[in-house]
């Protein structure tokens, strides 16, 4: 879907207590980034914003980053935080230069922590420290405000072990646990990931109204369907999700998404994303001859 790089939607407010939510497409990556709004003091937040990077020529760029900014000055919006759900093994996260260039702090699950630990021993990286490099990191249950919004957090495993959302008012941003309907759910064979966990995460965003507008965190096209798509309400993934609708039991579900697993390849960025990620987007430590290095695994995988 190459052709829609940084197409832009607006998933306008319902009412009171219900976030103006823009999502711009990262075609190479198929990422869906988020700017999410209390639309009477305009205070905003962004959720899971790309780095963009070239793995032939190990090149990084703020193209995608820049596109968001442009669109909160657009909206006359006013940032306040920095948010991912986890460290994303498709794209690279763009926080470390979205602090740099507004000052606000940032935010991750707690639980990146244990994420770190599990990579430390596949990079040799015994320093691998997510902790000096976020200003927060959330627990299950833990809640903050965006103006008059306010957002809490949803421990959702299985994708990693270490995923959360973010719910406010009748959104939430579900990120890798499912797809739009008809592509399904995401994968969950990466270090700590867990279909049957992934089931349990699904299970609570969908028992949500039924007019929660969800929205996921890629979207990679599916048959016929031609323009990108990321939300979907609670009950058309009841109705309409291939992989976890209303009939679906859980066994089923575990069967369906360990089968297709085990037929993907690891996606193309992954060992150079997560070094980066756990490190909330800052690069490799700069070596003596002023450039950073990536530090990939061989035959570990």
């Given at each position: 879907?190459s052709?829609?790089q940084?197409?832009?939607r607006?998933?306008?407010s319902t ?8 999502g711009?497409y ?20 962004l959720?899971?914003?790309?780095l963009?990077f ?5 090149r ?6 820049e596109k968001?900014l ?6 006359k ?6 948010l991912?759900t ?25 639980r990146?922590?244990?994420?770190a630990q599990?990579?430390?021993d596949?990079y ?11 200003d927060a990191?959330?627990?299950?249950g833990d809640?903050?405000?965006i103006?008059?919004?306010t957002?809490t957090v949803?421990?959702?495993?299985g994708?990693t072990?270490?995923?959360i ?12 646990t499912l ?10 064979d990466f270090p700590?990931?867990?279909?049957a966990?992934?089931w ?6 969908l ?6 507008r969800l929205?996921v965190?890629?979207d990679y ?11 979907a ?8 999700n291939?992989?976890v ?8 579900f575990i069967?369906?998404?360990?089968e297709r ?5 690891l996606?193309?960025?992954?060992l150079h994303?997560?070094?980066?990620n ?5 690069l490799p430590?700069k ?10 695994p061989?035959n570990r995988?």
């Amino acid at each position: 879907m190459s052709d829609y790089q940084h197409l832009t939607r607006h998933s306008p407010s319902t009412g009171s207590g219900s976030p103006d939510i823009w999502g711009i497409y990262e075609a190479d990556t198929g990422s869906v980034q988020y700017v999410m709004a209390c639309p009477e003091t305009k205070k905003a937040a962004l959720i899971d914003v790309v780095l963009n990077f070239d793995p032939r020529s190990a090149r990084t760029s703020t193209e995608s980053a820049e596109k968001v900014l442009e669109l909160v000055k657009e909206q006359k919006l006013e940032l306040v935080r920095i948010l991912d759900t986890h460290p994303h093994a498709d794209h690279m996260l763009a926080a470390a230069w979205l602090k740099e260039q507004t000052g606000l702090p940032n935010a991750i699950g707690a639980r990146t922590k244990k994420i770190a630990q599990l990579w430390r021993d596949y990079y040799n990286l015994p320093d691998l420290d997510p902790a000096p490099h976020f200003d927060a990191f959330f627990e299950d249950g833990d809640s903050f405000d965006i103006g008059n919004l306010t957002v809490t957090v949803e421990l959702s495993t299985g994708h990693t072990l270490g995923s959360i959302s973010y719910f406010s008012g009748d959104a939430g941003f579900v990120h890798d646990t499912l797809m739009f309907p008809d592509s399904g759910s995401s994968r969950a064979d990466f270090p700590g990931g867990s279909a049957a966990e992934l089931w349990d995460s699904i299970q609570s965003i969908l028992s949500r109204p039924d007019d929660t507008r969800l929205f996921v965190g890629h979207d990679y096209g599916k048959g016929d369907r031609k323009e990108p798509a990321w939300e979907a309400t609670v009950a058309e993934h009841k109705a309409q999700n291939i992989h976890v609708n209303a009939k679906t039991d859980k066994a089923t579900f575990i069967k369906t998404r360990e089968e297709r697993d085990a037929t993907l390849a690891l996606p193309d960025r992954i060992l150079h994303a997560l070094q980066v990620n756990l490190r909330g987007g800052v690069l490799p430590p700069k070596e003596d001859d002023g450039h950073s290095y990536f530090k990939i695994p061989a035959n570990r995988f």
